[in-house]
């Protein structure tokens, strides 16, 4: 067989097939000291290994099969795959809102390209028409790839050029602005815009995909639909971050960029509301508001956009014997703030006080939040507290430690007076600091305690 029937595979794997007469794209059956496999032979990554075969199983994943427990390989039939989406004119339609999609590099919507391994966002009007129709019977859409990073590399440079996009697409009269962006720091993203694009008139919704387009269980999709659907149609003007709700796919939550949180590497629902509860719920027919207060739409083009961030600032998450020259490698490298991630209501030990003095002598702005993410802090309590206040610690209120980071380069982004950081850190702004936690706003639910698993078996699907 010519080579271009095994793209990709080189070594040992590439003898197993072709000694079984096997192809990529071939249907085959593969018997294994570990049981048989069904599925289609795909091409593999140019940089992959060469000791596994990957099959598409029926179920829509992939498997690799480790081709020192192939004992025998059967072709059963052969058809090449095309895995480019379809391209289509994206419909314009007399009467829906005009939403703007604005590409930070996240998968939203994508294909898998076999010869690299790796997922290609799809992302021009006519890819995402060809991905997801749905979206035509919710808005009118067009795209702009601001840039494409990780979300891992998104930072100050990225937020404040998404801030100046999403200020120009006001003015020019977008009805919403819908943002795609990796999930792992996508909640960063969103407290630096609320802070960045102040008092929007239209809905400015962050979204992203825990499972990608080519898997089965995708929520990449529903995810666009529900965020197209709240930047067109919905009511809330405010920088919101919109992904699954339940586990199952009957409803997106739409989460406050201040409050929101990613806690589970790889759930589809990992996006939660801390220390408050969630805007509202959104399905493809509606927003339900959770909430009774928050930002109305409005027709006017004027939003506050303030796109400032000093780089040098740090968080330092406590831990049990933490030495000062933690502390001190910061100030020595001219970090101008420090977001502790303390203990309890807000502490740390004793041996970092020496520390934490040179850094007030220094200038440098140190502010405390807790660690618990749930909760306040409350340095008046205990004596370690009202210490570390006397050494120019601030408490933090209820800034969860990212949202206080993000706040604080924002913060002296604009100003080295630090009573006027402390002014601007402390001023709520869209529910980062609450006068108080709702009874509702802390729920963490003990899976295996007989009232829970009462409680959930009445709602698990």
């Not at 080579?3 to 096997?22: H, P, R, S, T």
């Not at 994943?61 to 081709?67: E, F, R, S, T």
């Not at 702005?365 to 210490?387: C, I, P």
């Not at 100003?415 to 980062?432: A, Y």
Request: proline share 6%; aromatic share 10%.
């Amino acid at each position: 067989m010519s080579e271009d029937f095994f793209q990709g595979y080189k070594g040992q794997a590439l003898e197993v097939l072709k000694k079984y007469n096997v192809r990529v794209w071939g249907q085959a059956t593969i018997e294994t000291s570990r049981g048989n496999f069904v599925g289609t032979v795909l091409p593999r990554s140019e940089n992959d290994d060469q000791h596994h075969i990957v099959l598409k199983i029926p179920t829509g994943y992939n498997v690799g099969i480790d081709v020192n427990n192939i004992l025998a390989m059967k072709e059963t039939g052969y058809k090449k795959a095309n895995y480019k989406i379809p391209e289509k004119e994206f419909p314009y339609t007399e009467g829906l809102p005009k939403v703007k999609l604005i590409g930070t590099g996240g998968t939203i919507a994508s294909r898998l390209d076999y010869r690299t391994g790796a997922v290609i966002p799809a992302f021009s009007p006519g890819e995402l028409y060809g991905a997801v129709p749905e979206l035509a019977d919710i808005c009118n859409l067009t795209t702009e790839k601001v840039f494409a990073v990780f979300s891992e590399n998104m930072g100050p440079m990225q937020y404040k050029k998404l801030a100046v996009a999403i200020g120009k697409e006001i003015e020019n009269g977008i009805d919403g602005i819908v943002i795609g962006h990796g999930t792992d720091t996508l909640h960063h993203t969103a407290a630096a815009l609320t802070y960045m694009v102040q008092n929007p008139p239209v809905p400015i919704v962050l979204v992203g995909s825990q499972r990608s387009s080519d898997r089965p269980s995708s929520d990449a999709a529903l995810n666009l639909m529900h965020a197209c659907y709240t930047a067109g149609h919905g009511d809330i003007a405010e920088v919101m971050v919109c992904m699954f709700g339940p586990t199952s796919d009957d409803y997106a939550l739409l989460h406050r960029g201040t409050r929101v949180r990613k806690m589970h590497s790889s759930y589809r629902s990992t996006f939660r509301t801390l220390g408050e509860t969630p805007l509202a719920t959104v399905t493809r027919k509606g927003v339900k508001p959770i909430k009774t207060e928050y930002n109305h739409r409005r027709k006017d083009r004027k939003a506050t956009i303030m796109p400032y961030f000093e780089e040098k600032v740090a968080i330092i998450y406590y831990y049990p014997n933490m030495m000062p020259d933690m502390i001190d490698s910061l100030i020595e490298n001219g970090y101008k703030g420090i977001i502790i991630a303390g203990t309890g209501l807000g502490h740390v030990n004793k041996p970092l006080y020496p520390a934490l003095d040179r850094a007030r002598e220094a200038g440098v702005a140190v502010y405390m939040t807790v660690q618990t993410l749930w909760g306040y802090v409350q340095m008046f309590v205990y004596e370690t507290g009202r210490e570390m206040m006397a050494l120019g610690v601030i408490p933090g209120e209820n800034l969860l430690p990212e949202v206080a980071y993000i706040k604080l380069g924002w913060a002296l982004g604009q100003t080295s007076d630090l009573e006027e950081v402390k002014r601007i850190m402390l001023t709520p702004i869209n529910d980062d600091i609450t006068p108080r936690e709702p009874y509702n706003g802390y729920l963490i639910y003990q899976g295996g305690v007989p009232e829970v698993e009462e409680f959930i078996r009445k709602f698990r699907k």
